[in-house]
Structures are given as C-alpha cells and as structure tokens.
C-alpha cells in the first residue's frame, strides 16, 4: 500500500484522444475506480489548480514530457501508462529500422532498433509513399509482407501484401502528411503465429509482471479482432517471472520483450512507463523458419489492463500471494457471465454494436 506521505488525492481520468467510443470511455473509468481502491483514494472529475496530489489514467500514451510536468506528472508513481518525448515513439513505428537514405520525423534515432535488434522480426518503418515503395522489394523477394497503420489496434487495418502493385493499391489510401507525422510499418509476414502478452504494471508500490496468450474473436463486421488474454502474474519484476518452470519459446519472448523494454529505456530520453505491455509474435516465415519478435509496444491502457488491476489489487490485499491466473474477455454479441467475472461493459455501443467485457482471476498461488 502507499505510504501515507506519497498518498494521492484522487485519480483523474485523463482522455487524450480525439475519440473515444462510448464503450472504451466506460471500460476506463472502471479501470479508475480499481486504481483509486489501490491507491486508497477516489476517482475525480477535471479539476482548476494544483494537480501534484492527482495520480492520472491516461487513455493513450503521453507525448511531450515538459507539458505533462505541469500537471505533476514527473514519475511513474504519477500515473498509469507511458510518457514519451515524440509521436512516433509511442506507437509500433519503433519495431523496425528505416531503410537507407530514407526519410524521418524529429527526434528519430536509430539507437533504438540498434539495441533491440534481436528481439526485432524482419521490417521497416517508412515516413513517406516513396521510401514505402523502396522498401517493400527487400521483403517480398523472401514472400509476403504484412502492412500495418502504427495506430491501429486490436489487429485492425493490417494487410498481407504479396506484390508491389498492392502495396501502391493501398498507399494511395494514405495522408501523406499522416505518414509522416505517425509513419507506417512494413514487416515480415508468418503464418501460423502464436501471440505472447509480456508486461508489467506499477501501481502504489506493488509491480506485477506477467505472461500469456491473446486469443482472437470476430466482430460484428467479420474481421478478426483481439478477444482477450490468458494470463500468469507474479508479484515482481522480470527475473521473478522468469524463475517460472516455462518451456523455451516463452522463456525467448520473456526475454525479447525485456530486452526490447530495456532499448526504450536506454535509446529514449525522459521515457517513462509504469504499465509495459509487449505483443511477440512466434511463427513461420515464407521458408518454413520459425521466426520471434515483438511486434509492438503498448505503453498505455491496453486489453489486459482489466486483469493486471484486478492482479495488482489480490497481491496488495494479500502480501503472501506470489501468482495469480486471471483473464481478459471481449466478446461481440451476447455473452452469460461466469460467476467470477468482474465487468467492465456489457451494453450496446454505436460503433461496434453489442459487447461485454470482462476479466476474471482464475486461481491463486501462495508459497
């Protein structure tokens, strides 16, 4: 629990995008109100005057540490989430190297893919069409690759692209100005992939990490989306979790997330992350080669945060609980809730029509 001097006054949701569907807005401020029991406080509305006494649940990764100081976010006891110095950082654009001569936004360094080159798959990020069309070639000549905008999620708005003429299909699509603001991510394409879930959460004095596998579902629309986690969490940082009997292909993403972790840390300035979520994607590539890398970062509220609040919240009730099982579950449609569940939505949203969101802790794990 926070020791009484560190308490903070309230926590206040900070929205940052320029959207949020209903469903998410209310998903978060679940997540608020199992923040402020951690922190032994409340969640508040927008307030005038000081805000070094508010803890903050941003709903996006934060940009610019110099504004967020002014409102007493200046470390990772401040809020739940990341802060990070420039745009592209915050999103998967930092998985990959840019390709020679290629253009590149303020603040761009190749430190970053230097330090985490083996934990890295095959790709390029690209701010502009052209420097796209330059490298895309170095890929498809060893199969297809996979196209994807930097700031979609849940999976959404990627394409397999088996040929330069698609590939401009889609770039025709796209807002220059966008690409280079944000960039875009050319990578490697595998086939029969497993997805790990690696992270960590940091809330009042108590760290969390953990392991797991997403799961996929279909939307209303069809399209293949994320649809929870299964996840093991143990009170601790990354050697805690790995002190865990794993089998070798987990072992490997554990340690690739961290080392592409640790490259942030090293490579970005002023970086600053007190939830670390890491997407390692294990599969095959064109050749039949089994191939791992992290596919991305997410530094901000995510669809494991569900479990990892109600993990955090076990071990602070519990000072002997070492590891928990828990659950994260999207479903599209009607869903009966097991008795474990604890909601965060079920309802009728009108963007993405009828979806329940729950997350459960299957078991506990004391000495």
């Known amino acids: 629990m926070p020791r009484r001097t560190d308490r903070k006054h309230g926590v206040l949701l900070l929205d940052t995008r320029e959207h949020t569907?209903?469903?998410?807005?209310?998903?978060?401020?679940?997540?608020a109100e199992h923040l402020a029991a951690l922190l032994l406080t409340?969640?508040?509305?927008?307030?005038?005057?000081?805000?070094d006494d508010l803890y903050y649940l941003p709903t996006s990764t934060l940009i610019d540490p110099e504004q967020y100081r002014h409102q007493g976010i200046t470390s990772i006891e401040d809020f739940f989430g990341g802060l990070v110095a420039h745009p592209y950082m915050a999103t998967k654009a930092i998985s990959h190297p840019l390709p020679?001569?290629?253009?590149?936004?303020?603040?761009?360094?190749?430190?970053?893919a230097r330090r985490a080159s083996d934990a890295l798959l095959k790709g390029y990020t690209v701010f502009s069409i052209d420097d796209a069309l330059a490298a895309a070639p170095?890929?498809?000549?060893?199969?297809a690759l996979r196209l994807k905008p930097v700031r979609a999620t849940a999976g959404r708005g990627q394409?397999?692209?088996?040929?330069?003429?698609?590939?401009?299909?889609?770039?025709?699509?796209?807002?220059?100005?966008?690409?280079?603001?944000?960039?875009?991510?050319?990578?490697?394409?595998?086939?029969?992939?497993?997805?790990?879930?690696?992270?960590?959460?940091?809330?009042?004095g108590i760290t969390c990490s953990?392991?797991?596998?997403?799961?996929?579902?279909?939307?209303?629309?069809?399209?293949?989306?994320?649809?929870?986690?299964?996840?093991?969490?143990?009170?601790?940082?990354?050697?805690?979790?790995?002190q865990l009997e794993l089998d070798d292909p987990l072992r490997l993403a554990i340690t690739q997330a961290r080392t592409y972790e640790q490259a942030a840390i090293d490579a970005f300035p002023g970086f600053l992350a007190s939830r670390r979520n890491y997407d390692v994607a294990r599969g095959l590539t064109a050749e039949g080669h089994v191939r791992s890398g992290v596919l991305e970062q997410s530094w901000r509220i995510g669809g494991a945060s569900s479990a990892e609040l109600l993990a955090l919240r076990a071990f602070a009730e519990d000072p002997a609980l070492r590891r928990v099982r828990a659950s994260t579950h999207e479903v599209f449609g009607d869903a009966a809730l097991p008795a474990d569940a604890t909601l965060f939505y079920k309802g009728d949203d009108r963007e993405v029509g009828r979806i329940c969101k729950y997350a459960r802790i299957r078991d506990y794990d004391h000495p």
């Open 21 to 31: 569907p209903d469903h998410e807005r209310a998903v978060h401020r679940k997540l």
């Open 42 to 51: 409340e969640v508040v509305e927008q307030r005038s005057g000081e805000h």
């Open 100 to 112: 020679a001569g290629a253009n590149f936004p303020l603040g761009w360094t190749d430190e970053f």
């Open 138 to 143: 170095l890929l498809l000549r060893d199969g």
């Open 159 to 204: 394409r397999v692209i088996g040929a330069l003429t698609e590939l401009e299909a889609e770039l025709r699509q796209m807002d220059p100005d966008e690409l280079a603001l944000w960039g875009l991510v050319l990578e490697e394409n595998l086939a029969d992939v497993a997805t790990f879930s690696v992270g960590q959460a940091l809330v009042a």
């Open 210 to 242: 953990y392991y797991g596998v997403q799961h996929l579902t279909r939307d209303h629309q069809g399209e293949s989306v994320y649809g929870g986690s299964d996840l093991v969490l143990v009170r601790g940082g990354y050697d805690e979790l790995l």
